[in-house]
């Protein structure tokens, strides 16, 4: 596979992504739409939705990236696999999810991961963190009853940061009262690996939304 380089971090309040994208035609894109949906928002290279895609053919893959060229050529992997039940969109996830997620036949948003976010350390970047309050309000109300959100960096300070900003919502129900030991995906991202190698810490946590609940604003 060739790699194409790109900036490591890009300012998702610059004004070149200010403006929503306007979603494709689903069903030119997936072999089967009415199949439970993962959504990996900040998809990065996408090999890990690859890889998801490959060993689980009954689910639909969506991961959402704000680095053009990577979504350029994750398709392209993606095309060259054969595989029908993955797709990689160029967009700001910050104004460009309830489009996109409005957009779907309702309830089939079943999983959604963010793993290894930009940290933006600075004071001033921190408000170009890509789990802001109006994500959360969105993921709750499309996310379907009974779904998954997984978090994780190796950064404390943003895990829990996103930590925090989902178990505040009520449509999230944090499943243990520490970090995750381990991944319960079976398929790690890049990052996770490299982290794992050099034996430095990932905090992990995994929500569900309740089959009953109001999501209304916390």
Request: charged share 25%; with cysteine; glycine share 4%.
């Amino acid at each position: 596979m060739s790699i194409v380089r790109v900036r490591e971090h890009v300012n998702p309040l610059s004004q070149k992504y200010q403006t929503a994208i306007q979603p494709p035609s689903w069903r030119e894109i997936y072999a089967h739409l009415d199949r439970p949906l993962h959504l990996d928002i900040g998809a990065g290279k996408g090999r890990f939705l690859l890889d998801m895609a490959t060993h689980y053919p009954d689910w639909n893959f969506l991961g959402l990236e704000i680095r053009e060229p990577l979504v350029d050529q994750a398709n392209e992997w993606r095309s060259d696999a054969g595989l029908t039940n993955l797709h990689y969109l160029f967009c700001n996830a910050n104004n460009s999810l309830r489009p996109i997620l409005s957009s779907l036949p309702a309830g089939i948003l079943q999983r959604v991961t963010i793993q290894f976010p930009d940290p933006w350390f600075k004071r001033r970047h921190q408000k170009r963190r890509v789990v802001t309050p109006d994500l959360v309000k969105v993921l709750a109300e499309f996310l379907s009853p009974a779904g998954t959100l997984f978090i994780q960096s190796d950064i404390q300070e943003v895990a829990v940061e996103m930590r925090d900003r989902f178990q505040a919502h009520p449509a999230f129900a944090l499943q243990q009262a520490d970090w995750l030991p381990e991944n319960p995906l079976p398929i790690p991202t890049e990052r996770e690996v490299s982290v794992l190698e050099r034996e430095l810490p990932v905090y992990r946590a995994l929500f569900v939304k309740p089959k009953c609940e109001t999501t209304g604003d916390s």
